[in-house]
T-cell receptor, first 114, second 116 residues
Framework: GNSVTQMEGPVTLSEEAFLTINCTYT??????LFWYVQYPGEGLQLLLK?????DKGSNKGFEATYRKETTSFHLEKGSVQVSDSAVYFC?????????????FGTGTKLQVIP | GAVVSQHPSWVICKSGTSVKIECRSL??????MFWYRQFPKQSLMLMAT?????????EQGVEKDKFLINHASLTLSTLTVTSAHPEDSSFYIC????????????FGAGTRLSVL
């Protein structure tokens, strides 16, 4: 079956530090890959996505590249801010019965300290 | 971007009562809606998938009679937790996808249910 594995948190960084959150996946075929962000007490927001190999998703300074050879979709940001503190979920979607079924990783909590 | 509204954001109820949670797509037609449950510090667990006008498809282990899902229109789905008990306390999140972007789910802000 499909699965998503992401690095365990929490990750604590100082402001302006470089961020990497690793994510690898297992799936048949060519899934679409996503990063979602969840701020405290809120639902999930789509951060970025990539739909095919070598695509790079980017948004708000975050980037992730769809690497089929390593089945990875690592999230990076060059300089984090306190406002980036949240839980980040890596996810993939595959067509199942006519709709896209999403499989989430367990989430990585990021805490950025001033 | 597509907006999904979920209401209420927080509900407290007595054990044995039923609670209804609404999920609305505000600016697109949601052909498919999804209901998730999230336990503290854990990922989202898909409970069920519903297509407009048809019965919901429940994931294994989810009680159909406990969690009633209705998707009567292209903009509204409801989840009713019947005879709620303290173990049903959780964060419930809905998402929706439409014909324009079938591989993307847009999420509501979630509903925190506390059963006393």
């Amino acid at each position: 079956g499909n699965s998503v594995t992401q690095m365990e948190g929490p990750v604590t960084l100082s402001e302006e530090a470089f961020l990497t959150i690793n994510c690898t996946y297992t799936a048949t075929g060519y899934p679409s890959l996503f990063w979602y962000v969840q701020y405290p007490g809120e639902g999930l927001q789509l951060l970025l996505k990539a739909t095919k190999a070598d695509d790079k998703g980017s948004n708000k300074g975050f980037e992730a590249t769809y690497r089929k050879e390593t089945t990875s979709f690592h999230l990076e940001k060059g300089s984090v801010q306190v406002s980036d503190s949240a839980v980040y979920f890596c996810a993939l979607s595959r067509n199942s019965g006519g709709y896209q079924k999403v499989t989430f990783g367990t989430g990585t909590k990021l805490q950025v300290i001033p | 971007g597509a907006v999904v509204s979920q209401h209420p954001s927080w509900v407290i109820c007595k054990s044995g009562t039923s609670v209804k949670i609404e999920c609305r797509s505000l600016d697109f037609q949601a052909t498919t809606m999804f209901w998730y449950r999230q336990f503290p510090k854990q990922s989202l667990m898909l409970m069920a998938t519903s297509n407009e006008g048809s019965k919901a498809t429940y994931e294994q282990g989810v009680e159909k009679d406990k969690f009633l899902i209705n998707h009567a229109s292209l903009t509204l789905s409801t989840l009713t937790v019947t005879s709620a008990h303290p173990e049903d306390s959780s964060f419930y999140i809905c998402s929706a996808s439409g014909d324009g972007a079938k591989n993307i789910q847009y999420f509501g802000a979630g509903t925190r249910l506390s059963v006393l």
